[in-house]
């Protein structure tokens, strides 16, 4: 018997949740990403190949980047790290139109490293936009 085939879902339905934190909607998020460092071994009197064995996992920074508002929670969650990190769970969830949550990744133990705002030019007619880049200490799926 045939398995049914499964929708693809769509990337622009999401939504990051960062608890005790309203920093508003994204335009885009990057970094859902891990892999692992490859350690390469070469057995002795072997020449034939390398062994390749996992090594430690990374993760890169979680970046998110949305227009800008007169709201500034997203600078001042960066500015509050100078002090002290105040480490939160971000959570990223792809959702359908109806927003019904498909996937969901939980980033922890994560705080802004780095925040950039809007490029300014006299001469520009876009948006103005503002970044946040985030580490943490892994990924759980969720």
Known sequence: MPQARRPILTDHNFKISIPGLDIGTFRECNGLSME?????????????FVHHLPGRMRYPYVQLS?????????QRWFWQTRQQAELKEVTVEL?????RT?????????????????RVAADSHGLATEALDIAHSGLKMG
Not at 103 to 111: N, S
């Open 36 to 48: 692992f460092d490859v350690f390469e071994w070469a057995e002795g009197g072997n020449n034939e």
């Open 66 to 74: 949305s227009g800008m508002t007169a709201d500034n929670a997203m």
């Open 102 to 118: 498909t996937r969901a990744w939980v980033f922890t133990d994560a705080f802004p490293v780095r925040w950039s705002g809007p």
């Open 95 to 99: 959702q359908t139109q109806d927003g």
